[in-house]
């Protein structure tokens, strides 16, 4: 195979993966560890690919590019629907829980329109929204103030004020990015802040992370692995990253979008 039919194949692969390690190619294109190392280089050359520690991903936006919540919805759509399947087995009625804003619990709040007498926190306007028009009379959206962000969080001053007077029995928390170095991130600043204070707010921590989001890195960490009770993603996670994540977070959740 030449090197650029390989490179072609490699970069098939990130892209369906989200990521890949040189270990794994070695085996599977039969070629050296540093021929792997160069591919990568040259893809990443190119602006295809981000290098990491032992492999590479898909080439990410900066740590403050936030896209907008429409562009962020149809992305991933099949696991992020898994993924809020699978988080909203773990809700008991009449408790309070607390949803971020993130596009996969947005797809959650469609789940807890027909479960009596929640309370629901939240700084996300779709989550509102779902529950406004869809949820139960005995049922009660707490909405913070704040200022609007590119994902339709509420968030700043005003925002933090609201979440830090209460107390929640479970926090459904979007991410942006999961490394073991930065733990989860998210690209604006003004969220990081009111995420810490409703994490602070939770007696349990869940998070719901697609697969994209490892080794993806925002500019501010709003929590390390380890303070993650539950983690929720979906099996385009590679195998090592998930032994990492397991050996992090309280307990990992693996949800297949097509079984």
């Known amino acids: 195979m030449l090197a650029q039919q390989r490179q072609a194949a490699i970069l098939d692969l990130v892209r369906r993966h989200g990521g890949v390690r ?10 050296s560890d540093m021929t792997i190392r160069r591919d990568l280089e040259a893809l990443a050359d190119r602006g295809l690919v981000d290098k990491v520690h032992g492999g590479a991903t898909i080439a990410g936006p900066g740590s403050t590019e936030e896209p907008g919540f429409d562009a962020k919805s149809v992305r991933q759509r099949n696991e992020k629907g ?46 509102a929204d779902t ?58 600043l003004m969220e990081a802040g009111t995420n810490r204070l409703l994490v602070a707010a939770a007696r349990r921590l869940v998070v719901l992370a697609d697969h994209t989001k490892w080794e993806m890195v925002g500019i501010a960490t709003i929590t390390p ?24 977070v309280g307990e990992l959740i693996v949800v297949d979008p097509n079984g």
């Open 22 to 31: 040189v270990s794994q190619l070695v085996r599977q294109f039969g070629v």
């Open 82 to 127: 898994a993924i809020a399947e699978r988080a909203a087995k773990l809700i008991e009625p009449h408790t309070a829980v607390a949803l971020s804003a993130g596009t996969t619990t947005a797809a959650l709040a469609a789940h807890l329109v027909d479960v009596p007498g929640l309370t629901i926190v939240t700084n996300s306007i779709p989550v």
């Open 131 to 188: 529950l406004y028009h869809a949820g139960r009379p005995d049922q009660t959206v707490v909405l913070t103030g704040g200022i609007r962000t590119p994902s339709d969080a509420l968030a700043g001053p005003v925002a933090e004020a609201a979440i830090g007077s209460l107390n929640v029995d479970v926090l459904f928390l979007g991410v942006h990015g999961m490394s073991p170095r930065t733990g989860f991130t998210t690209p604006n």
């Open 225 to 248: 692995l380890d303070e993650a009770d539950i983690l929720i993603t979906d099996v385009g996670l590679a195998a090592e990253a998930r032994v990492q994540l397991a050996e992090r």
